[in-house]
């Protein structure tokens, strides 16, 4: 296990799933309609920032034209309900079940739950034992009240099951963005440039002083429900804070700035897929990834009480 290099979510080390055997949903339904998704009609958008807001190592610019065929996506990420429904199913036992551990916020940890392991560099995040999706801090925990949030302790590979089960797919990093942003144009946010307009809370993000104290003045401390807060132009919710979301791409700093322009899908190999959006534990003086053009990336096999996921489909 190494640290997450680059932002607020903890990191399993690469190809430790390699050592667990492989597994596939043991079943698959047919799509009925697409309840729950958003048409988006494709065209061109201008991606990624030369602002300067954030982080040159992450590759957020430069900004560059992109053409998208037309898509559905989820206008929520997938809920602890959708996820229950998913493993009911088929039997799908996520990595962090399988490893039996994954990473919880310190801050989270409720009473009589050990403190779980460090991780280096940023000790705020714990190794728990027997912490997963059901269990999001660990022993003690539920999702009984949490149905409708984010399912989180999620790797890459439990979301494609997921996705692949529900007719589906991961978005790519290019149809994120794109869905993201709410038909504005290179807006910082998904409603505009201001994080809190006329001092309204929009996103769930870090209050207070990172990572000691959270204020909650956004009405939560850890995750909120998927569908919280004003949905952006294209009806979606959350695609700032709340949950990391992952994407089909794998990570790159510069593929990207010669890549392709239309319908991109990002490099062919990697060690690390891209993650979009920011999640609860962002804060600017320390991960100020909660914009619509900001980036980072985690080993497929991580998993952690901020990582979440939603999918896309084909119109056709």
Request: net charge negative; hydrophobic share 35%.
């Amino acid at each position: 296990m190494t640290a997450q290099r680059s932002c607020c979510a903890a990191s399993r080390e690469a190809g430790r799933e390699q050592r667990l055997p492989a597994m596939e949903p043991s079943g698959e339904r047919l799509p009925s309609g697409r309840p729950g998704m958003a048409l988006l009609p494709g065209g061109t958008f201008l991606m990624g920032t030369d602002a300067g807001d954030g982080y040159a190592a992450d590759g957020e610019g430069p900004v560059r034209e992109i053409r998208l065929a037309p898509f559905l996506i989820d206008t929520t990420t997938v809920t602890n309900e959708a996820f229950a429904e998913f493993t009911d199913a088929t039997g799908w036992v996520t990595l962090a079940e399988r490893f039996g551990t994954s990473f919880v916020f310190a801050g989270l940890l409720p009473d009589g739950v050990g403190g779980g392991r460090p991780v280096p560099v940023t000790p705020w995040w714990r190794e728990v034992a027997h912490a997963d999706w059901r269990r999001p801090e660990g022993p003690g925990s539920d999702i009984a009240d949490r149905m409708d949030h984010p399912v989180v302790h999620v790797t890459w590979r439990d979301a494609r099951a997921y996705a692949k089960w529900a007719g589906k797919r991961l978005p790519t990093e290019a149809e994120w963005e794109y869905a993201a942003r709410g038909g504005l144009t290179q807006a910082r946010y998904p409603w505009g440039d201001e994080r809190e307009p006329g001092g309204e809370h929009r996103m769930n993000v870090w209050q207070g002083e990172f990572p000691a104290r959270n204020t909650g003045a956004d009405g939560h401390l850890g995750t909120a429900p998927a569908d919280a807060y004003e949905p952006n132009g294209y009806g979606l919710y959350n695609t700032c804070g709340n949950v990391w979301e992952w994407c089909s791409d794998w990570f790159h700093p510069t593929w990207h700035a010669t890549g392709p322009r239309a319908d991109p899908v990002g490099p062919p190999s990697g060690d690390r897929k891209v993650m979009r959006g920011g999640s609860y534990l962002c804060h600017e003086s320390y991960c100020f990834r909660y914009r619509v053009d900001a980036r980072s990336s985690n080993t497929p096999d991580s998993s952690a009480g901020n990582i979440g996921f939603r999918c896309v489909a084909e119109t056709g």
